[in-house]
């Protein structure tokens, strides 16, 4: 399965065109973009982006898994607000209920 960090690096460069400049974005180093691309394409078994003299070009399979990859970066993002939001107990919906003739003693 691809890591999240691999798609996070595909849709950076995809957006900036560049490994560099994606290297740039993600506060990585070129190497490690290349080397999470490089995993990436073995693990679908094919190419991905197509190497330029002045960057990168995405292939019609690339294109294919960008956006797949900015559907689940954006479901991590919201499982990690979710569990956040949850240990912090903030949201949700607090629903209270109390018999009328447990409240009658109290009003009088």
Same mark, same amino acid.
């Given at each position: 399965? *691809?890591?999240?960090? !691999?798609?996070?690096?595909?849709?950076?460069?995809?957006?900036?065109?560049?490994?560099?400049? !994606? *290297?740039?974005?993600?506060?990585?180093?070129?190497?490690?973009?290349?080397?999470?691309?490089?995993?990436?394409? &073995?693990?679908?078994?094919?190419?991905?982006?197509?190497?330029?003299?002045?960057g990168?070009?995405?292939?019609?399979?690339? &294109?294919a898994?960008?956006?797949?990859?900015?559907?689940?970066?954006? !479901?991590? !993002?919201?499982?990690?607000?979710? *569990?956040?939001? *949850?240990?912090?107990?903030?949201?949700?919906?607090?629903?209270?209920?109390?018999?009328?003739?447990?409240?009658?003693?109290?009003?009088?």
């Amino acid at each position: 399965m *691809a890591s999240l960090r !691999a798609l996070e690096c595909l849709v950076a460069v995809a957006d900036s065109g560049s490994i560099t400049q !994606a *290297a740039l974005l993600l506060h990585s180093s070129q190497p490690a973009v290349s080397h999470q691309l490089a995993s990436l394409e &073995r693990e679908t078994r094919t190419l991905l982006l197509r190497r330029e003299p002045r960057g990168v070009k995405l292939t019609p399979a690339g &294109r294919a898994a960008v956006a797949d990859a900015r559907r689940a970066i954006e !479901a991590a !993002a919201s499982a990690v607000r979710s *569990a956040r939001a *949850a240990g912090q107990a903030a949201g949700g919906v607090l629903r209270l209920a109390c018999a009328q003739s447990l409240t009658v003693p109290l009003l009088a």
